[in-house]
């Protein structure tokens, strides 16, 4: 692992509780997947403001509103695409050198 | 987490002139079924006017749900199918046919019901329930879907 801590993710919502949620076990799925140590947290998009995650995932209306939040910022349309997200994780982690 | 199970309400067949009826109509299954108050079906419209069409989550689905302090009772999933589809103005998954509602009267006890419903949806849940002959089996298989929280 290029990172000598344990990622933190952020899984966005409007409400922040229950898409968000979805989210975050689509993303621990996909995390697993590509052996990533990572805490995702899921929250709304007021909460996420005032937060610093490595990264940020949510749809496209909202991680407009937070694109500054975090090094990397992922937009997905479907909550529940583990194989769409974790493609786009491998290449924005790796991007950042975040992957082992 | 356990709990009481979740109390599980089904449509079939609604008729919805656009995404609010369609919301208020998922959402009004779970006051009917006694797990929300009268208030909670405006509150789901708002979540949507306020935030945008992101509870789309997938293609054809929503999930409908709004706050704990908007009326949520009792832990309650609902699933309404609708006679035709809407459209939620969603850039990737219009048009919506399947609404899930979901409501809990406090933030940390939905957490194992909405993760079994994560769970089962990524196993193809929708899917099963767009093929459901009727209001019973929808019902059931719902149930199925979410166990004890």
Excluded at chain 1, 58 to 74: F, K, N, R
Excluded at chain 2, 5 to 14: L, Q, R
Excluded at chain 2, 69 to 98: I, M, Q, Y
Aim: negative net charge; charged residues 25%.
């Amino acid at each position: 692992m290029a990172l000598d801590r344990r990622l933190e993710i952020l899984a966005v919502c409007g409400v922040g509780m229950g898409s968000s949620l979805m989210l975050k076990m689509t993303a621990e799925d996909a995390l697993r997947s590509l052996g990533v140590d990572a805490r995702v947290e899921n929250t709304d998009v007021s909460t996420a403001r005032g937060m610093s995650p490595d990264v940020v995932i949510g749809q496209g209306m909202h991680t407009e509103e937070i694109a500054d939040l975090a090094p990397v910022v992922i937009t997905i349309s479907d909550f529940l695409d583990k194989d769409g997200l974790e493609a786009q994780l491998r290449d924005r982690l790796g991007e950042q050198g975040w992957l082992a | 987490m356990t709990g009481p199970a979740p109390i599980v309400a089904a449509i079939d067949g609604a008729v919805a002139d656009g995404w609010r009826a369609a919301v208020r109509a998922a959402a009004s299954a779970l006051v009917e079924a006694g797990a929300a108050g009268p208030g909670y079906p405006d509150a789901c419209v708002r979540v949507v006017e306020e935030n945008g069409p992101y509870i789309v989550l997938t293609k054809g689905l929503a999930l409908v749900h709004a706050r704990p302090e908007e009326g949520g009772l009792a832990v309650g999933v609902g699933v309404t199918r609708l006679a035709s589809p809407v459209e939620f103005g969603h850039p990737d998954n219009d048009p919506v046919d399947l609404l899930l509602a979901f409501c809990t009267p406090d933030p940390d006890v939905h957490v194992g019901t909405l993760a079994g419903l994560a769970r089962a949806l990524s196993g193809g849940l929708a899917d099963r329930l767009r093929a459901a002959p009727g209001r019973e089996e929808l019902s059931r298989t719902l149930k199925e879907a979410v166990p004890d929280a």
